[in-house]
Antibody, heavy 119, light 107 residues
Framework: EVQLVQSGAEVKKPGESLKISCKGSGYSFTSYWIGWVRQMPGKGLEWMGSIYPGDTDTRYSPSFQGQVTISADKSISTAYLQWSGLKATDSAIYYC????????????WGQGTLVTVSS | EIVMTQSPATLSVSPGERAALSCRASQSVSSNLAWYQQKPGQAPRLLIYGASSRATGIPARFSGSGSGTELTLTISSLQSEDFAVYYCQQYNSWPYTFGQGTKLEIK
């Protein structure tokens, strides 16, 4: 069974750094792109970027380029999303999702990680 | 960047009736479009990919149609569990983009 299990909710202060994780199981982790999707409170879905764990090829949405870093450790089948200086506007639910083979839609999703940034 | 526009923002329909949700792209996405359902407190769930192919386990009452810039998700006979928010997503080109969502509510 394909599963993506994300790390737990985080509460941080503005300016702090954060790294959240997404662990894949039940499939070949290195053979599928993993994407990150943001959902701000009461809002829609925004694709942030994706990584191919097999060779760490990474693509970012222009809206998020330079704002976050996506990485992966294939030895533990885990993808990461990190910030070096959080802002209050980073408060959101972040989902990881597996991209289906060579097509760009997402067939399996993690449960989401709630990030709250507040002073 | 391809802008995806969904309409209406909210659709009120009675159980058993048919619902048609629209997704318009600012440029052609061919058939590279997916539809997702999201219920409160849950992650999105894939319904349709390739504009018209149902994902595994999705009931036949869900169907997708269209290509290019005008795409539609139709739910033929609404069940209580279908009331949710629906998003379209284009994957024809980077960056992938989602529509803003259509909330399907009980009339």
């Amino acid at each position: 069974e394909v599963q993506l299990v994300q790390s737990g909710a985080e509460v941080k202060k503005p300016g702090e750094s954060l790294k959240i994780s997404c662990k894949g199981s039940g499939y070949s982790f290195t053979s599928y792109w993993i994407g990150w999707v943001r959902q701000m409170p009461g809002k829609g879905l925004e694709w942030m970027g994706s990584i191919y764990p097999g060779d760490t090829d990474t693509r970012y949405s222009p809206s998020f380029q330079g704002q976050v870093t996506i990485s992966a450790d294939k030895s533990i089948s885990t993808a990461y999303l990190q910030w070096s200086g959080l802002k209050a506007t980073d408060s959101a639910i972040y989902y990881c999702a597996r991209r289906y083979t060579n097509m760009g839609f997402f067939d399996y999703w993690g449960q989401g990680t709630l990030v709250t940034v507040s002073s | 960047e391809i802008v995806m526009t969904q309409s209406p923002a909210t659709l009120s329909v009675s159980p058993g009736e048919r619902a048609a949700l629209s997704c318009r792209a600012s440029q052609s996405v061919s058939s590279n479009l997916a539809w997702y359902q999201q219920k409160p407190g849950q992650a999105p769930r894939l319904l349709i990919y390739g504009a018209s192919s149902r994902a595994t386990g999705i009931p036949a009452r869900f169907s997708g149609s269209g290509s290019g810039t005008e795409l539609t998700l139709t739910i033929s006979s609404l069940q209580s569990e279908d009331f949710a928010v629906y998003y379209c997503q284009q994957y024809n080109s980077w960056p992938y983009t989602f529509g803003q969502g259509t909330k399907l509510e009980i009339k």
